[in-house]
């Protein structure tokens, strides 16, 4: 794609980096981008896997990479507290699409607590919805739904962690429309209702590294059909 033009075209390892013998290197997903890279699609790209297989961060060190902070927030937001992000934003490097947009947002959802104080005591020319005085779900939708509308690119660390079935499905309108807007998604996932978006590109992440697949071939969605379909099968096991 010699003239694509969405945000951020292929991740790669930075000049002189290999992988080496040390975390996060040593996370197979992580490995096989730093070897081959990674090319993003436009639209919507989902990471999926369990947990420790690297989805969340592969995002997180994409977004910091792009110039967000690794605690959330927009291009222009940096909220620090406590470092806890991993050294691998340092290690790549990002092709970006020719006259593309550099605004961005990070949304993760252990830090989302910490960015709405951080916007209380730095507020804007526009007055801002009080996040404090909301739900945890409540919050978190209406800082999508805030935020999310200038064409740029957009990661979102594990967003269901926070929403009901309901909620999920108005996130899947949001990034719908971010993607038929020209925006650029890259969203780490355990939900199969975010992750049944038509059309967005799906990557699941494990022991083998990365690998396209399609919604209905998830080991998550088969897991939660036959969870739904006979949940006892499973709860005897932990009953």
Sequence with gaps: MPFADHPVRRVTAAKGIRPSTH?????????????????????????????????????????????????????????????????????????????????GFFLRAETMHGFYTYLEQNPGA???????????????????????????????????????????LAVVGVLGRLAESGSQVLCATHSPVI??????????????????TRWDDLQLVQNWKSYLQAPERYLRHVL
């Design 126 to 168: 526009r007055a801002e919805p009080v996040f404090h005085e909301m739900s945890h779900g409540e919050s978190f939708l209406s800082l999508i739904n805030d935020r999310f509308t200038r064409q740029g690119f957009y990661c979102l660390d594990e967003p269901e962690s926070a929403l009901s079935f309901s909620s999920s």
């Design 195 to 212: 992750a049944a978006l038509p059309g967005a590109t799906i990557l699941e992440v494990g022991d083998w590294g990365i690998r396209k």
């Design 23 to 103: 975390w996060p290197h040593t996370i197979p997903a992580v490995r096989q981008l730093l070897t081959d890279g990674l090319e993003l699609q436009p639209g919507v790209t989902f990471l999926v896997g369990e947990n420790g297989t690297g989805k969340s961060t592969l995002v997180e060190a994409i977004a910091v990479a792009f110039g967000l902070s690794p605690e959330g927030g927009s291009t222009g937001a940096r909220l620090t507290t406590r470092a806890t992000e991993s050294p691998l934003a340092d290690d790549l490097l990002l092709t970006r699409g020719v006259g593309a947009k550099r605004a």
